[in-house]
Protein backbone atom coordinates (compact mmCIF):
# COMPACT_ATOMS: atom_id res chain seq x y z
CA UNK A 1 0.00 0.00 0.00
CA UNK A 2 1.60 3.46 -1.13
CA UNK A 3 2.07 5.34 2.21
CA UNK A 4 1.79 8.44 0.83
CA UNK A 5 -2.01 8.09 -0.05
CA UNK A 6 -3.39 6.36 2.67
CA UNK A 7 -5.83 8.68 4.85
CA UNK A 8 -4.67 9.14 8.35
CA UNK A 9 -4.98 11.11 11.33
CA UNK A 10 -2.11 13.38 11.54
CA UNK A 11 -1.80 16.57 9.71
CA UNK A 12 0.78 19.36 9.33
CA UNK A 13 -0.35 22.54 10.64
CA UNK A 14 -1.21 25.22 9.01
CA UNK A 15 1.89 28.02 8.97
CA UNK A 16 -0.20 30.61 10.67
CA UNK A 17 -1.33 28.51 13.22
CA UNK A 18 2.41 27.42 13.94
CA UNK A 19 3.66 30.42 14.32
CA UNK A 20 0.51 31.58 17.25
CA UNK A 21 1.56 28.08 18.68
CA UNK A 22 5.02 29.30 19.26
CA UNK A 23 4.03 33.30 19.75
CA UNK A 24 2.39 31.76 22.66
CA UNK A 25 5.55 30.30 24.38
CA UNK A 26 7.17 33.66 24.05
CA UNK A 27 4.20 36.19 23.81
CA UNK A 28 2.82 35.60 27.61
CA UNK A 29 1.66 39.30 27.79
CA UNK A 30 2.38 42.79 27.23
CA UNK A 31 5.86 42.88 28.72
CA UNK A 32 6.94 40.12 27.20
CA UNK A 33 6.63 41.79 24.48
CA UNK A 34 8.43 45.06 25.88
CA UNK A 35 11.00 42.37 27.43
CA UNK A 36 11.85 41.03 23.73
CA UNK A 37 12.04 44.47 21.77
CA UNK A 38 14.41 45.77 25.11
CA UNK A 39 17.30 43.07 24.33
CA UNK A 40 17.21 43.78 20.80
CA UNK A 41 17.39 47.45 21.41
CA UNK A 42 20.16 46.33 23.80
CA UNK A 43 21.94 44.06 21.18
CA UNK A 44 22.05 47.28 18.60
CA UNK A 45 24.31 49.35 20.65
CA UNK A 46 21.97 51.55 21.61
CA UNK A 47 22.45 54.31 24.32
CA UNK A 48 18.97 56.08 24.79
CA UNK A 49 15.55 53.70 24.67
CA UNK A 50 12.18 54.89 24.92
CA UNK A 51 9.46 52.49 25.44
CA UNK A 52 5.50 54.26 24.94
CA UNK A 53 2.65 52.23 25.94
CA UNK A 54 -0.64 52.63 25.41
CA UNK A 55 -3.78 50.52 27.77
CA UNK A 56 -1.45 48.86 29.72
CA UNK A 57 0.10 47.19 26.47
CA UNK A 58 -2.49 46.10 24.90
CA UNK A 59 -3.77 49.14 22.60
CA UNK A 60 0.25 50.01 21.63
CA UNK A 61 3.87 48.91 22.49
CA UNK A 62 6.49 50.91 20.52
CA UNK A 63 10.20 50.90 21.23
CA UNK A 64 12.47 53.35 19.89
CA UNK A 65 16.31 53.68 19.72
CA UNK A 66 19.63 55.04 18.55
CA UNK A 67 20.97 51.85 18.05
CA UNK A 68 22.86 50.55 14.14
CA UNK A 69 19.32 49.78 12.74
CA UNK A 70 18.96 47.76 10.13
CA UNK A 71 18.99 47.74 6.11
CA UNK A 72 16.18 47.18 3.96
CA UNK A 73 17.29 43.63 3.14
CA UNK A 74 17.52 42.54 7.13
CA UNK A 75 14.43 44.29 8.06
CA UNK A 76 12.87 41.86 6.56
CA UNK A 77 14.33 38.68 7.04
CA UNK A 78 14.04 39.20 10.79
CA UNK A 79 10.56 38.40 10.95
CA UNK A 80 11.78 34.98 9.51
CA UNK A 81 10.75 32.71 12.17
CA UNK A 82 14.82 31.42 13.20
CA UNK A 83 16.63 34.64 11.01
CA UNK A 84 19.02 36.47 13.57
CA UNK A 85 22.18 38.14 12.96
CA UNK A 86 23.89 36.55 16.37
CA UNK A 87 24.26 32.64 15.58
CA UNK A 88 25.88 31.53 12.97
CA UNK A 89 26.51 27.58 14.05
CA UNK A 90 25.68 25.63 16.76
CA UNK A 91 28.72 25.84 18.25
CA UNK A 92 28.20 29.48 19.59
CA UNK A 93 24.89 27.64 21.47
CA UNK A 94 27.36 26.87 23.99
CA UNK A 95 28.59 30.65 24.49
CA UNK A 96 25.87 32.88 24.46
CA UNK A 97 27.07 36.62 24.42
CA UNK A 98 23.64 38.50 23.01
CA UNK A 99 20.62 39.16 25.05
CA UNK A 100 18.42 37.86 22.23
CA UNK A 101 20.07 34.56 20.27
CA UNK A 102 17.26 32.42 18.70
CA UNK A 103 15.34 34.69 16.30
CA UNK A 104 11.94 33.75 17.43
CA UNK A 105 11.16 37.06 19.22
CA UNK A 106 9.67 39.17 16.02
CA UNK A 107 8.13 36.82 14.16
CA UNK A 108 6.01 35.44 17.20
CA UNK A 109 5.24 38.86 17.72
CA UNK A 110 4.13 39.51 14.78
CA UNK A 111 2.16 36.64 14.70
CA UNK A 112 -0.32 37.51 16.87
CA UNK A 113 -0.33 41.43 16.36
CA UNK A 114 0.23 44.05 13.92
CA UNK A 115 3.58 45.72 13.46
CA UNK A 116 5.39 48.97 12.17
CA UNK A 117 9.05 48.99 11.97
CA UNK A 118 10.76 52.16 10.81
CA UNK A 119 14.96 51.41 10.79
CA UNK A 120 17.85 52.33 9.21
CA UNK A 121 21.13 51.21 8.71
CA UNK A 122 23.99 53.78 10.13
CA UNK A 123 25.54 56.23 7.69
CA UNK A 124 22.81 55.21 4.92
CA UNK A 125 20.82 58.00 3.45
CA UNK A 126 17.19 55.99 3.25
CA UNK A 127 15.79 54.15 6.38
CA UNK A 128 12.63 51.30 5.67
CA UNK A 129 9.50 51.48 6.89
CA UNK A 130 7.45 48.04 6.55
CA UNK A 131 3.84 47.19 8.01
CA UNK A 132 2.73 43.22 9.41
CA UNK A 133 -0.68 42.09 10.21
CA UNK A 134 -0.42 38.69 11.39
CA UNK A 135 3.24 37.81 10.91
CA UNK A 136 2.45 38.77 7.15
CA UNK A 137 4.59 42.00 5.11
CA UNK A 138 1.70 44.01 3.93
CA UNK A 139 3.95 47.25 2.80
CA UNK A 140 7.59 47.90 2.42
CA UNK A 141 8.03 52.12 2.28
CA UNK A 142 11.06 54.38 2.33
CA UNK A 143 11.74 56.17 5.72
CA UNK A 144 13.47 59.08 7.01
CA UNK A 145 16.96 58.16 7.76
CA UNK A 146 16.16 59.28 11.65
CA UNK A 147 19.20 57.05 13.22
CA UNK A 148 18.13 53.34 14.81
CA UNK A 149 15.07 51.53 14.91
CA UNK A 150 11.10 52.10 15.99
CA UNK A 151 8.57 49.27 16.04
CA UNK A 152 5.27 49.52 16.86
CA UNK A 153 3.24 46.62 18.50
CA UNK A 154 -0.37 47.09 18.01
CA UNK A 155 -4.06 44.94 18.68
CA UNK A 156 -1.45 42.21 20.36
CA UNK A 157 -3.61 39.17 20.54
CA UNK A 158 -6.42 40.42 18.30
CA UNK A 159 -6.41 36.81 16.43
CA UNK A 160 -5.75 34.78 19.83
CA UNK A 161 -8.84 36.16 22.11
CA UNK A 162 -8.50 33.04 24.56
CA UNK A 163 -4.90 34.53 25.17
CA UNK A 164 -6.64 38.37 25.37
CA UNK A 165 -9.37 37.17 27.63
CA UNK A 166 -7.11 36.22 30.48
CA UNK A 167 -5.20 39.06 31.18
CA UNK A 168 -5.26 41.00 33.51
CA UNK A 169 -6.44 44.68 34.19
CA UNK A 170 -4.27 47.45 32.39
CA UNK A 171 -3.26 48.61 35.99
CA UNK A 172 -1.92 44.97 36.73
CA UNK A 173 -0.35 44.25 33.03
CA UNK A 174 1.40 48.23 33.18
CA UNK A 175 2.97 47.31 36.17
CA UNK A 176 4.91 44.13 34.82
CA UNK A 177 5.60 46.41 31.56
CA UNK A 178 7.65 48.90 34.18
CA UNK A 179 9.39 46.29 35.95
CA UNK A 180 10.19 44.75 32.92
CA UNK A 181 11.71 48.39 31.76
CA UNK A 182 13.47 48.96 35.28
CA UNK A 183 15.12 45.45 35.13
CA UNK A 184 16.77 46.46 31.59
CA UNK A 185 17.78 49.68 33.56
CA UNK A 186 19.54 47.73 36.70
CA UNK A 187 21.48 45.60 34.29
CA UNK A 188 22.15 48.57 31.47
CA UNK A 189 23.44 51.38 33.67
CA UNK A 190 25.01 53.10 31.07
CA UNK A 191 21.49 53.37 28.68
CA UNK A 192 19.14 56.15 29.14
CA UNK A 193 16.01 54.57 29.56
CA UNK A 194 12.34 56.59 29.26
CA UNK A 195 8.69 54.89 29.76
CA UNK A 196 5.44 56.72 28.91
CA UNK A 197 1.88 55.78 29.31
CA UNK A 198 -1.01 57.12 27.56
CA UNK A 199 1.05 59.61 27.26
CA UNK A 200 2.34 60.67 30.60
CA UNK A 201 5.94 60.25 31.24
CA UNK A 202 5.93 57.45 34.13
CA UNK A 203 9.61 57.81 34.65
CA UNK A 204 13.05 58.45 33.16
CA UNK A 205 16.13 56.52 34.42
CA UNK A 206 19.40 59.10 32.83
CA UNK A 207 22.63 57.06 32.10
CA UNK A 208 24.77 56.44 35.07
CA UNK A 209 28.31 55.69 36.14
CA UNK A 210 28.32 52.98 37.98
CA UNK A 211 25.60 50.42 39.46
CA UNK A 212 24.80 51.48 43.03
CA UNK A 213 23.41 54.75 41.41
CA UNK A 214 20.92 53.16 38.99
CA UNK A 215 20.16 50.75 41.75
CA UNK A 216 19.34 53.79 44.02
CA UNK A 217 17.46 55.58 40.99
CA UNK A 218 15.53 52.58 40.90
CA UNK A 219 14.56 51.50 44.62
CA UNK A 220 15.81 54.28 46.65
CA UNK A 221 13.04 53.75 49.20
CA UNK A 222 14.06 49.85 50.05
CA UNK A 223 18.08 50.71 50.15
CA UNK A 224 18.63 54.42 50.81
CA UNK A 225 21.52 54.44 53.08
CA UNK A 226 21.02 50.71 53.96
CA UNK A 227 22.07 49.15 51.07
CA UNK A 228 25.41 46.78 52.33
CA UNK A 229 27.76 46.22 48.81
CA UNK A 230 28.62 42.80 47.35
CA UNK A 231 31.80 42.47 45.29
CA UNK A 232 33.64 39.41 45.63
CA UNK A 233 35.54 37.53 42.25
CA UNK A 234 36.63 33.68 42.51
CA UNK A 235 37.74 31.41 39.54
CA UNK A 236 35.94 33.12 36.72
CA UNK A 237 32.99 34.13 38.89
CA UNK A 238 32.10 37.67 39.81
CA UNK A 239 29.33 38.59 42.27
CA UNK A 240 28.65 42.05 42.56
CA UNK A 241 25.59 44.29 43.74
CA UNK A 242 23.85 45.62 46.75
CA UNK A 243 21.87 43.81 49.68
CA UNK A 244 20.11 45.29 52.58
CA UNK A 245 20.81 45.41 55.89
CA UNK A 246 18.70 42.30 57.90
CA UNK A 247 18.13 44.61 60.69
CA UNK A 248 16.34 46.79 58.34
CA UNK A 249 14.35 43.91 56.41
CA UNK A 250 11.01 43.31 56.61
CA UNK A 251 8.21 40.88 55.33
CA UNK A 252 8.06 42.25 51.71
CA UNK A 253 9.75 40.35 48.80
CA UNK A 254 10.73 43.62 46.80
CA UNK A 255 13.25 43.81 45.24
CA UNK A 256 14.89 40.81 44.83
CA UNK A 257 16.13 40.61 41.56
CA UNK A 258 18.86 38.72 39.97
CA UNK A 259 20.62 38.77 37.27
CA UNK A 260 23.55 36.73 35.04
CA UNK A 261 25.18 38.55 32.25
CA UNK A 262 22.98 41.23 33.00
CA UNK A 263 19.71 38.37 31.86
CA UNK A 264 17.38 38.94 34.43
CA UNK A 265 16.35 35.58 35.79
CA UNK A 266 14.57 33.43 38.45
CA UNK A 267 17.16 30.84 40.11
CA UNK A 268 16.38 28.37 43.44
CA UNK A 269 20.31 27.70 43.56
CA UNK A 270 21.08 31.29 44.47
CA UNK A 271 18.00 32.30 46.21
CA UNK A 272 19.00 29.77 48.29
CA UNK A 273 22.47 30.92 49.10
CA UNK A 274 21.69 34.32 49.89
CA UNK A 275 18.75 33.29 52.37
CA UNK A 276 21.71 30.68 53.65
CA UNK A 277 24.05 33.73 53.56
CA UNK A 278 21.70 35.46 55.77
CA UNK A 279 21.11 32.65 58.70
CA UNK A 280 20.78 33.76 61.83
CA UNK A 281 20.99 37.46 61.05
CA UNK A 282 17.82 37.17 59.62
CA UNK A 283 14.38 37.37 61.57
CA UNK A 284 11.67 34.83 61.11
CA UNK A 285 9.17 35.67 58.93
CA UNK A 286 11.42 38.44 57.40
CA UNK A 287 13.07 38.18 53.65
CA UNK A 288 16.63 38.79 52.28
CA UNK A 289 16.11 42.10 49.84
CA UNK A 290 18.86 42.44 47.20
CA UNK A 291 19.63 43.17 43.11
CA UNK A 292 22.46 41.36 42.36
CA UNK A 293 25.00 40.76 38.96
CA UNK A 294 26.62 37.83 38.47
CA UNK A 295 29.22 37.46 35.79
CA UNK A 296 30.04 33.94 34.68
CA UNK A 297 32.13 32.77 31.41
CA UNK A 298 29.25 32.08 28.66
CA UNK A 299 30.39 28.87 28.21
CA UNK A 300 29.85 27.89 31.85
CA UNK A 301 25.95 29.04 32.01
CA UNK A 302 23.33 27.77 29.41
CA UNK A 303 20.29 30.44 28.98
CA UNK A 304 18.75 27.93 26.24
CA UNK A 305 16.60 26.57 28.46
CA UNK A 306 13.30 28.33 29.16
CA UNK A 307 11.25 30.04 25.81
CA UNK A 308 11.45 33.54 27.94
CA UNK A 309 15.01 33.24 29.02
CA UNK A 310 13.93 33.46 32.32
CA UNK A 311 15.90 30.25 34.19
CA UNK A 312 19.23 29.07 32.91
CA UNK A 313 21.36 26.28 33.93
CA UNK A 314 24.95 26.26 35.49
CA UNK A 315 27.47 23.91 34.93
CA UNK A 316 28.97 24.34 38.39
CA UNK A 317 25.47 24.65 40.40
CA UNK A 318 27.17 24.21 44.06
CA UNK A 319 30.19 26.67 43.13
CA UNK A 320 27.94 29.49 42.74
CA UNK A 321 25.86 28.34 45.79
CA UNK A 322 29.36 28.44 48.12
CA UNK A 323 30.63 32.06 46.22
CA UNK A 324 27.01 33.90 46.85
CA UNK A 325 26.38 32.43 50.01
CA UNK A 326 30.26 33.75 51.30
CA UNK A 327 29.49 37.29 49.43
CA UNK A 328 26.74 37.70 51.20
CA UNK A 329 27.96 36.65 54.34
CA UNK A 330 31.17 38.72 53.92
CA UNK A 331 29.11 41.45 53.37
CA UNK A 332 26.90 41.60 56.34
CA UNK A 333 30.15 40.78 58.41
CA UNK A 334 32.03 44.35 57.13
CA UNK A 335 28.71 45.98 58.16
CA UNK A 336 28.77 43.97 61.56
CA UNK A 337 32.54 45.50 62.18
CA UNK A 338 31.79 48.93 60.85
CA UNK A 339 28.80 49.61 63.03
CA UNK A 340 31.10 48.12 66.39
CA UNK A 341 33.86 50.66 65.13
CA UNK A 342 31.85 54.21 64.75
CA UNK A 343 29.28 53.61 67.48
CA UNK A 344 26.18 53.18 64.86
CA UNK A 345 22.63 53.66 65.56
CA UNK A 346 22.32 50.23 65.89
CA UNK A 347 25.10 49.68 68.18
CA UNK A 348 24.15 52.20 70.48
CA UNK A 349 20.63 50.38 70.78
CA UNK A 350 21.41 47.35 71.45
CA UNK A 351 23.96 48.64 74.89
CA UNK A 352 21.39 51.00 75.62
CA UNK A 353 19.03 47.73 75.99
CA UNK A 354 21.14 46.07 78.60
CA UNK A 355 18.55 47.20 81.01
CA UNK A 356 18.63 46.67 85.14
CA UNK A 357 15.96 44.29 86.99
CA UNK A 358 15.53 47.41 89.33
CA UNK A 359 14.50 49.49 86.41
CA UNK A 360 11.55 47.06 85.35
CA UNK A 361 10.16 46.69 88.73
CA UNK A 362 10.05 50.55 89.50
CA UNK A 363 8.29 51.59 86.87
CA UNK A 364 7.75 55.11 85.87
CA UNK A 365 4.10 55.88 85.83
CA UNK A 366 2.49 55.25 82.62
CA UNK A 367 0.56 58.13 81.16
CA UNK A 368 -3.51 57.75 81.25
CA UNK A 369 -5.46 56.57 77.84
CA UNK A 370 -6.23 59.57 77.06
CA UNK A 371 -2.78 60.31 75.40
CA UNK A 372 -4.13 58.06 72.73
CA UNK A 373 -6.86 60.45 71.63
CA UNK A 374 -6.52 62.05 67.73
CA UNK A 375 -4.22 65.14 67.59
CA UNK A 376 -2.80 64.54 70.84
CA UNK A 377 0.59 63.77 70.93
CA UNK A 378 2.32 61.16 73.82
CA UNK A 379 5.21 62.28 76.00
CA UNK A 380 8.76 61.49 75.30
CA UNK A 381 9.78 58.48 77.15
CA UNK A 382 12.07 58.72 80.09
CA UNK A 383 15.49 58.43 79.18
CA UNK A 384 16.31 54.80 80.46
CA UNK A 385 13.31 53.70 77.91
CA UNK A 386 14.52 52.70 74.63
CA UNK A 387 11.95 53.59 72.29
CA UNK A 388 12.69 51.30 68.65
CA UNK A 389 12.63 52.83 65.00
CA UNK A 390 8.65 53.39 64.12
CA UNK A 391 7.39 53.09 67.63
CA UNK A 392 5.75 55.86 69.34
CA UNK A 393 7.05 56.69 73.15
CA UNK A 394 3.63 56.33 74.48
CA UNK A 395 3.34 53.33 77.42
CA UNK A 396 0.71 50.91 76.90
CA UNK A 397 -2.73 52.20 77.98
CA UNK A 398 -3.88 51.00 82.10
CA UNK A 399 -6.80 50.31 83.37
CA UNK A 400 -7.47 48.87 86.91
CA UNK A 401 -7.83 44.74 85.96
CA UNK A 402 -8.04 42.16 88.83
CA UNK A 403 -6.50 38.72 88.74
CA UNK A 404 -3.71 39.69 86.95
CA UNK A 405 -0.47 39.70 88.75
CA UNK A 406 1.63 41.09 86.64
CA UNK A 407 5.70 39.73 88.01
CA UNK A 408 7.94 41.53 85.23
CA UNK A 409 10.10 41.68 82.32
CA UNK A 410 12.30 39.17 80.68
CA UNK A 411 14.93 40.63 77.71
CA UNK A 412 12.30 43.68 76.73
CA UNK A 413 10.56 40.65 75.16
CA UNK A 414 8.67 38.28 77.02
CA UNK A 415 5.89 39.44 79.84
CA UNK A 416 5.89 37.19 82.84
CA UNK A 417 2.42 37.04 84.97
CA UNK A 418 0.49 34.77 87.12
CA UNK A 419 -3.19 35.33 85.39
CA UNK A 420 -5.61 33.08 87.50
CA UNK A 421 -3.85 29.80 88.44
CA UNK A 422 -1.47 29.99 85.88
CA UNK A 423 1.77 31.11 85.48
CA UNK A 424 2.09 32.90 81.77
CA UNK A 425 5.15 33.61 79.71
CA UNK A 426 3.40 36.29 77.15
CA UNK A 427 5.45 37.35 74.00
CA UNK A 428 4.77 41.18 74.31
CA UNK A 429 4.83 41.33 70.35
CA UNK A 430 2.76 38.90 69.08
CA UNK A 431 0.31 39.15 71.74
CA UNK A 432 -0.57 42.77 71.22
CA UNK A 433 -0.64 42.21 67.77
CA UNK A 434 -3.08 39.36 68.31
CA UNK A 435 -5.19 42.01 70.62
CA UNK A 436 -4.71 44.74 67.48
CA UNK A 437 -6.42 42.68 65.16
CA UNK A 438 -8.93 41.54 67.00
CA UNK A 439 -10.35 45.13 67.43
CA UNK A 440 -9.23 46.06 64.07
CA UNK A 441 -11.36 43.13 62.89
CA UNK A 442 -14.52 43.95 64.84
CA UNK A 443 -14.10 47.61 64.15
CA UNK A 444 -14.08 46.51 60.41
CA UNK A 445 -17.11 43.66 60.64
CA UNK A 446 -19.40 47.09 62.19
CA UNK A 447 -17.73 49.59 59.76
CA UNK A 448 -16.25 51.39 62.62
CA UNK A 449 -12.88 52.24 61.47
CA UNK A 450 -11.76 55.63 62.45
CA UNK A 451 -8.63 56.49 61.52
CA UNK A 452 -6.28 59.56 63.20
CA UNK A 453 -4.84 62.12 60.94
CA UNK A 454 -1.27 62.70 61.40
CA UNK A 455 0.32 65.93 62.26
CA UNK A 456 2.69 65.96 59.81
CA UNK A 457 1.31 63.64 56.38
CA UNK A 458 4.48 61.64 55.59
CA UNK A 459 5.90 61.35 52.47
CA UNK A 460 6.40 58.16 50.59
CA UNK A 461 8.54 57.35 47.46
CA UNK A 462 7.94 54.01 45.47
CA UNK A 463 9.23 51.66 42.35
CA UNK A 464 6.60 52.09 39.78
CA UNK A 465 4.84 48.56 39.75
CA UNK A 466 4.24 49.11 43.52
CA UNK A 467 3.11 52.58 43.30
CA UNK A 468 0.42 51.43 40.18
CA UNK A 469 -0.59 48.62 42.92
CA UNK A 470 -0.92 51.16 45.96
CA UNK A 471 -2.66 53.77 43.41
CA UNK A 472 -5.43 50.61 42.50
CA UNK A 473 -6.43 50.24 45.70
CA UNK A 474 -6.59 53.35 47.62
CA UNK A 475 -10.34 53.86 48.26
CA UNK A 476 -10.13 50.35 49.88
CA UNK A 477 -7.52 51.11 51.87
CA UNK A 478 -9.36 54.57 53.10
CA UNK A 479 -12.17 52.41 54.34
CA UNK A 480 -9.65 50.88 56.39
CA UNK A 481 -8.40 54.12 57.91
CA UNK A 482 -5.59 54.43 55.71
CA UNK A 483 -5.82 57.57 53.83
CA UNK A 484 -2.70 57.83 51.41
CA UNK A 485 -2.80 60.86 48.98
CA UNK A 486 -1.55 60.32 45.67
CA UNK A 487 1.19 63.15 44.62
CA UNK A 488 2.75 62.18 41.26
CA UNK A 489 3.20 59.14 39.60
CA UNK A 490 5.48 57.27 42.20
CA UNK A 491 5.23 60.04 45.42
CA UNK A 492 2.06 60.03 48.09
CA UNK A 493 1.45 61.45 51.00
CA UNK A 494 0.13 59.06 53.49
CA UNK A 495 -2.29 61.46 55.97
CA UNK A 496 -3.62 59.67 58.29
CA UNK A 497 -3.65 55.43 59.81
CA UNK A 498 -6.31 54.04 62.07
CA UNK A 499 -6.45 55.17 65.71
CA UNK A 500 -5.67 51.93 67.98
CA UNK A 501 -2.15 51.55 66.07
CA UNK A 502 -0.39 54.53 68.03
CA UNK A 503 2.61 55.61 65.80
CA UNK A 504 4.44 52.86 63.76
CA UNK A 505 6.86 53.69 61.23
CA UNK A 506 4.69 53.96 58.58
CA UNK A 507 6.67 54.19 54.85
CA UNK A 508 7.71 50.70 56.33
CA UNK A 509 4.02 49.55 57.39
CA UNK A 510 2.74 50.88 53.35
CA UNK A 511 5.32 48.56 51.64
CA UNK A 512 4.35 45.50 53.86
CA UNK A 513 0.40 46.35 52.80
CA UNK A 514 1.39 46.58 49.09
CA UNK A 515 2.71 42.90 49.43
CA UNK A 516 -0.78 41.94 50.61
CA UNK A 517 -2.83 43.75 47.65
CA UNK A 518 -0.25 42.21 45.37
CA UNK A 519 -2.40 39.05 45.74
CA UNK A 520 -6.18 40.16 46.10
CA UNK A 521 -6.78 39.57 42.29
CA UNK A 522 -6.33 35.65 43.15
CA UNK A 523 -8.77 35.85 46.17
CA UNK A 524 -12.55 36.12 45.75
CA UNK A 525 -13.84 36.28 49.78
CA UNK A 526 -13.77 39.87 50.76
CA UNK A 527 -12.95 39.21 53.82
CA UNK A 528 -9.80 36.73 53.38
CA UNK A 529 -8.70 40.03 51.62
CA UNK A 530 -8.80 41.80 54.19
CA UNK A 531 -7.65 40.06 56.91
CA UNK A 532 -3.74 39.87 55.77
CA UNK A 533 -4.08 43.81 55.86
CA UNK A 534 -5.72 44.11 59.00
CA UNK A 535 -2.94 41.63 59.94
CA UNK A 536 -0.37 43.61 58.30
CA UNK A 537 -1.74 46.68 60.60
CA UNK A 538 -1.71 45.04 63.64
CA UNK A 539 1.84 43.86 63.59
CA UNK A 540 3.01 47.45 62.88
CA UNK A 541 1.05 48.49 65.76
CA UNK A 542 2.00 46.56 68.25
CA UNK A 543 4.74 46.76 71.02
CA UNK A 544 7.96 45.77 69.44
CA UNK A 545 10.51 43.21 70.93
CA UNK A 546 13.04 45.19 73.22
CA UNK A 547 10.99 47.75 74.47
CA UNK A 548 11.08 47.76 78.16
CA UNK A 549 7.05 47.68 79.82
CA UNK A 550 6.37 49.06 83.35
CA UNK A 551 4.42 46.52 85.66
CA UNK A 552 0.81 48.66 84.74
CA UNK A 553 1.38 48.25 81.27
CA UNK A 554 2.10 44.07 81.54
CA UNK A 555 -0.79 44.08 83.42
CA UNK A 556 -2.75 46.19 80.91
CA UNK A 557 -1.39 44.19 77.81
CA UNK A 558 -1.85 40.28 79.54
CA UNK A 559 -5.64 41.82 80.74
CA UNK A 560 -6.70 42.16 76.96
CA UNK A 561 -4.53 39.75 75.08
CA UNK A 562 -7.11 37.06 77.98
CA UNK A 563 -10.28 39.14 77.07
CA UNK A 564 -9.92 38.53 73.71
CA UNK A 565 -9.99 34.30 74.69
CA UNK A 566 -6.58 33.72 75.50
CA UNK A 567 -5.72 32.99 71.51
CA UNK A 568 -1.94 31.03 71.59
CA UNK A 569 -0.46 32.66 68.14
CA UNK A 570 -0.27 35.81 66.44
CA UNK A 571 -2.43 36.29 63.04
CA UNK A 572 0.94 35.64 61.30
CA UNK A 573 0.56 32.31 63.06
CA UNK A 574 3.74 33.14 65.91
CA UNK A 575 3.17 31.65 69.26
CA UNK A 576 1.95 33.92 71.67
CA UNK A 577 2.48 32.39 75.36
CA UNK A 578 3.85 29.55 77.59
CA UNK A 579 1.69 28.78 80.01
CA UNK A 580 1.94 26.62 82.91
CA UNK A 581 -0.48 25.98 85.74
CA UNK A 582 -0.44 25.81 88.95
CA UNK A 583 -0.86 21.37 89.46
CA UNK A 584 1.80 21.60 86.44
CA UNK A 585 4.09 23.77 88.69
CA UNK A 586 3.36 21.55 91.62
CA UNK A 587 4.61 18.42 89.90
CA UNK A 588 7.69 20.51 88.66
CA UNK A 589 8.32 20.76 92.21
CA UNK A 590 7.02 16.79 93.41
CA UNK A 591 4.08 18.89 95.28
CA UNK A 592 1.70 16.81 93.33
Known amino acids: MDIASSAGKIQVLPGDVIGRIAAGEVVERPAAVVKELLENSLDAGSSTITVEIKDGGLGLIRVSDDGEGMSRRDASLAFERHATSKLQSDAQLGAIRTMGFR?????????????????????????????????????????????????????????????????????????????????????????????????????????????????????????????????????????????????????????????????????????????????????????????????????????????????????????????????????????????????????????????????????????????????????????????????????????????????????????IAQVGDELQVVDQHTAHERVLFERLLRAWHGRALPSQPLLLPEPLELPVQQALILQRHLPELERLGLLIEPFGPTSFLIRSLPVMLGHPDVAVLVQDLIEDLEQWDSISSLEEKVRPILASLACHGAVRAGRPMALPEIKQLVQDWVAEGLIMTCPHGRRVAFRLSGDELARLFDRA
Open 103 to 415: GEALPSIAAVSNVRLRTVARNEPVGTQLWLAGGTITRVEDAAAIPGTSIEVSDLFFNTPARRKFLKSTTTEFSHISHVVQQAGLAWPQVHFRLVHNGYEVFVLPDVSSARDRVLQVYRGAFGDRALAVDVACDGLALRGFIVDPVRARAGRTPQELFVNRRPIKNGTIQHAVIDGYSAFLAKGHAPLFVLFLDIDPQRVDVNVHPTKREVRFASTEQIHQLVRSAVRQALGRAQVQASLTGSAHARLNEDAAMTPSEWTNPVAPPARESFEPGHQPPASPPSQTSFVGEGAAAYAVDEIREIVPLGQMHRTFL
